[in-house]
């Protein structure tokens, strides 16, 4: 994967987390971090901190994307995403 | 035409003067008929009248010139003749006929104008004669003669000569042309009807009871009679009803609404003071609409009509690049997943109360509620508990649960569908255990509460001095004396109540409470059948003002004269359900239109409007519309399509459930020019098939009751999260 394609989100406990761009654009919130026009310190760097997510729940997130990108190019694949108790 | 029926009618007369008439008939244009009723001289002596009515067609040729000349009298006349021929006075010999087509003489000649300008001189002509003096010659008919200076004769003739032109060949345009006017005209059953508007001098009155009365049959009777009784409308009155009935055609909407206002009981005042309003010039709109549409139809058979007046192309292929599959929200599957293993949920601590009320409310649909999890939502110090379905909840358990909460915080608690738990005793000793004891609390939904009594409510409102908003429907068990006792103790503060099917409290009995609650803004009081006009009238007239919404579904006894009061005093009226009034006329409508013009939220539902007024409250008051139900409104079709297309442009909810006048094409133009819309309910839609639904190029709209797919989820997804308070929240965050 090239760098420019590509965002790290970093979790409260410092675990960083590359992603495809495409999958991070899942995320409103994400995408309005790297999309905006004004000069954010993520659109500079190209990565994302949550001090208050955690590390489980932050890789939780990223599957998530990725899932949600399959579900919307193969619809007819009922796809499961999976949620332990755990987390 | 005239010749014929009127041969058909007397028999015993037949004279060549009918022919003449015939002649004198056939060209009918208005202008004719205008010269006519101009030129001839008001000569005939009343005695010769009188003896041309009773006699026969001879007579008729003789009334011809009557007719034209006494353009005045004749309105009079047919006034007199229908009132003569609404009595027992049936004299002219076609007293078989007489009564009723007498009656419908009347009103057709009425119904009949196709002239609009012949309309107006009638009408003037008619106002200027005295009505009053034709009310009183009913029945004289030596007075009738006299006296008649009006257009009625005119009137009359014409509509005479409408009815002939409408038995013969031309009949099938001109029945065509009434039953479009018709439609959704209320029927005037009555010739007392059409002698009270003839007494009022209003034309339109007559014209109205005309039309309901089209029916070959009747025309063929009345021509008859007409010809007998008005002894010489006849060549006359078949030209001036022939111009009469293409005035009448035209002009029938206009003078349609007039009539139906006149038409009710007496409470609706019967003037036409509101013609000068929006909502009069909508409706010329939209009959510009219409008669654009009914002129280019042409030879066209009227489906083609309809459909070539809502210009709509589906695409076709879009659809299938358009993935309507949306991906769930991790949001919602992370929702899923608890629900589905609540148990093991140990607490709700740090939870945003949004996130509270999803998952108690997809608890309660699944029916997987239980004394676990409301534990968990009462612990700690809880600001709100939302709790849709309370009727797994025994006493004993909500007792429990509640004795030990710290309510001192709760600002909303909803328990609705509580009647098992919640009885007096039990709300003494857990929410009012105390006065005071629930000192923030604004939002108080107690639906379905039926063993709660006047003194559960007492108690409850001293403890809750904040409360500014209350459900209490389906409460069967309170009285009238409970509005008093809120009137009391929370008069002030109260801004939101609801009294749904509390079918023990009487409107009337607590209409003094109501109006003690100065800041009302909110009244609900649906499924009450005390609710009447005079209660409407007196509590809006008190405290209409601060009202932002009117809930009066299934009030039935309420008329057009609310809906009057209403838009009158309720300036500020953001939402109104009217649903199953099926006493409302279409003036209700012309009463919103011209009186609450920022009406976001309409829910009719089974109520006899038309189309054209739907249409044309659409065109006033359609930009701050966002929801809009028109379940069941049958007649709604592509005019309303058009001013929905048109105007609606912030419309969220749209239900056009059960209405099956609308076709492929309007729905999908409503679709795809209102960008805002998000839901749209089509139950009963059968008509609507996967040409609109493939074709609709919205991509956020969520189309409901096509296919029977489960239909909890799709309401579940649009509707916003369900606030049965909803102002609270608006009140909240100022």
Redesign the interface.
Known sequence: MKKEDTVKLISAEGFEFVIDKEAAMVSQTIRNMLTSPGSFAETEHGEVTFPEISTTILEKICQYFYWSLQYARFCFLLLIFWIGISV | MTVLRSREVLPTNPKPEPVKDRADIEPATPSQNREAATLCSPEPTPVSRRSARLASKSSVSGDDERVSVHNDAKRKRKLDVSADLSGPVVGEGEAVLSLRSGRKVTKRSAGNDGDESVESEIRVEAKNSNADSVANDRGKEPVRDVSEEGVADVVVEISGMDRSGDETDNSDKRLGGFSREEKGKAKLVDVSNGINFVELGLENEVENSVDTRVSDVDHHEEIGVTNANESGSGSGNTRMEQFRDIARQNASRFAHFANEREMPAGEVPEEIEDWPGPFSTAMKIIRDRGEKLSSKRGAYSLERGKTTSIKWIPKIGHGAGR?K?S??S?KE??LK?LVK?AD?ITSLENVPDALRHKLSQMLCDSRGMNSHFLDLLVRGSPTEIRLRDCSWLTEQDFTKSFEGCDTSNLMVLQLDRCGRCMPDYTVLSTLARSLNSLPALTTLSLCGACRLSDDGLRALASSAPALRCLNLSQCSLLTSTSIDILADSLGSVIQELYINDCQRIDAMLILPALKKLNHLEVLSVAGIETVSDDFVGEFISAGGHNMKELVLSDCVKLTDFSLKVIAESCPGLCALDISNLCKLTDFAIVYLANGCRAIQTLKLCRNAFSDEAIAAFLETSGESLKELSLNNVKKVADNTALSLARRARYLINLDLSWCRNLTNEAVGLIVDSCSSLRMVKLFGCTQITNVFLDGHSNPEVKIIGLKMSPVLEHLKVPDPEEVPLQYFSMLSSL
Request: glycine share 0%; hydrophobic share 60%.
């Open positions: 993935s599959v991906v769930p991790l599957l992370s997943i293993n093991a």
